[in-house]
């Protein structure tokens, strides 16, 4: 089949005005000019879809689904206090209710345009079901806790049981790794042992590192408002693990846990050696700007990772701590934060300086595309359009005002890739029209491995209805909705 568009974002290569792809089966075949692939392929059923442009499906590169119910979550706490409610508040739900939750969440991101996810999971069966019910690609990263070394041989032994069942209900579009939660909740002796396992059996690692300063100071001496929260819920007295006094991407370091496996999530509070000693690990990192300003952690510095050739993908994080998990929001949040931290005259103390220029709309794009697909390992199968790669793919309308702009604006050069200003002028450049203006509402149709997972002229409204009474009951119970 060819899907024809007024532009084809390949994102590997220039954008292609009147573009089209082919697809047979899972895979794509071709990309190219419409007429050029119409021609060598007559007999090939077309669709097209003027005033659109068709892109790769949406990487959404870290993510919690079964914390979907959670929106409107302690909207108003800091990242200390936020975290402990949340560890609280977990216990009102039943396993159930986040299968639910998890389910809501698959279908926001189809919806969204997200076709690939790394999701981080309590439970696992929950993202699981859901993204095969969803038809979404995901790897589903299972999570381990524990900060108390004299558990530790329980936690391996059912980490490894739980992933024994959870790998027989995993789809061809799923995948399993693994993820130790974050340095104030994971022991260092366990994040060495996770890195073994993961190391031994080719598994992929994410973890939370360096999200806020309350983590800094609570490995940095055992106090701040994280060390307080504990306290407070008699989770940490200190006895049976001490603070390491380091800072959290050295304290990984010192668990043998940083290595071209792992994904570090968030990484706002970095410092230059940090970001070099990333770097030299090869460790890709998930950019969430949108949840780390919600939760008062700060702007990790997005643009400095990338001058530093470290891989990094653009992620929403759980609906707990952002407003939706649409990856248009997502990447005009790292535009605009990027500019604005970039136009700071002077980092305060302790926070780096800005270093390199912000980021362009183009990159913005790639985090969400091609960017995020190579922070995760799966490039070679998705993240843009080229033939062998999987039909993974979304249709989605441009915005109004960029028609007009295409009458007014001279004939545009085809040289034109993503996050290279020069070519066309920003007002008829659908990169810049697309990551500044488009919305989860303008996603047309959304495939992944060659299957319509959503179309939005197509809408089954009795599962739709089914799924939001469900989800709505864990919400009451929650006390976010009467
Ligand atoms: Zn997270």
């Known amino acids: 089949m060819l899907l ?15 573009g089209a792809v082919w697809i047979d089966g ?19 059923e077309a669709k097209s879809f003027p005033g ?35 560890l609280l508040a977990r216990r009102r739900l039943a396993a159930e209710d986040y299968g639910v939750s998890a389910l809501w969440g698959a279908r926001e991101c189809v919806r969204g345009g997200v076709t690939y996810i790394g999701d981080a999971a309590f439970e696992g069966w929950t993202t699981i079901r ?28 059912r980490l490894e049981a739980r992933l024994e069942v959870l790998r027989k209900e995993c789809g061809p579009l799923v995948e399993l790794g693994l993820s130790p939660h974050a340095p104030y909740t994971v022991s260092a002796r366990l994040y060495r042992e996770v890195a073994r396992f993961a ?27 994280l060390a307080n929260a504990y306290r407070a819920a008699k989770m940490w007295r200190g006895e049976r693990w001490a603070p390491p006094g380091i800072r959290p991407v050295e304290y990984l370091e010192s668990a043998h846990a940083l290595g071209p496996e ?11 050696a940090d970001i070099a000693l990333l770097g030299e690990r090869g460790v890709a990192v998930a950019h969430c700007p949108r949840s780390n300003l919600r ?101 989605v309308r441009l915005p109004r005002g960029h028609a007009l702009a295409r009458e007014l604006a001279p004939a545009a050069p085809s040289a034109f890739a993503c996050g290279d200003p020069s070519g066309l ?29 959503f179309d939005a002229a197509a809408r089954t409204r009795e599962a739709d209805e089914r799924i939001d009474r469900d989800f709505g009951a864990v919400r009451v119970k929650l006390g976010l909705s009467d």
């Open 52 to 86: 659109c442009v068709i892109l790769p499906g949406l990487v959404n590169a870290h993510s919690h689904l079964e914390y979907s119910a959670f929106r409107d979550f302690a909207r108003q706490s800091g990242f200390a206090e936020w975290m402990l409610r949340l």
């Open 295 to 395: 939760l008062d952690c700060g702007v990790a510095p997005v643009a400095e990772f990338l001058a530093a050739g470290l891989k990094v993908g653009l992620g929403t994080d759980s609906a707990a701590s952002n407003d939706s998990l649409d990856m248009f929001a997502e990447m005009r949040a790292a535009l605009t934060l990027s500019r604005a931290r970039a136009a700071e005259p002077a980092a305060a103390p302790g926070v780096l300086a800005a270093a390199a220029p912000p980021l362009t709309a183009g990159q913005a794009l790639r985090l969400a595309t091609l960017d995020g697909a190579r922070a995760l390992g799966v490039d070679r199968m998705v993240g843009s359009l080229e033939p062998g790669k999987a039909a993974d793919l979304i249709v």
């Open 26 to 44: 899972a895979g794509i075949m071709d990309v190219g000019p419409a007429d050029d692939l119409r021609q060598e392929h007559p007999a090939e």
């Open 425 to 453: 002028t920003p007002a008829a450049d659908p990169v810049e029209t697309l990551v500044t203006r488009a919305s989860t509402s303008d996603v047309k149709l959304v495939l992944v491995a060659g299957r319509v997972v």
């Open 4 to 18: 024809e568009a007024e532009w084809v974002l390949p994102i590997s290569s220039a954008p292609i005005r009147d």
């Open 130 to 157: 859901a993204a095969n019910a969803a038809g979404l690609r995901a790897r589903v990263y299972l999570e381990a806790f524990g900060i108390d070394d004299a558990k530790l041989p329980q936690t391996m032994d």
């Open 262 to 272: 792992l994904l570090a999530v968030h990484c706002v509070q970095v410092s230059e």
């Open 199 to 225: 190391r031994r059996q080719d598994m992929r690692v994410a973890t939370h590192v360096a999200e806020s300063q309350a983590e800094v100071d609570f490995l940095g001496a055992g106090a701040g408002p």
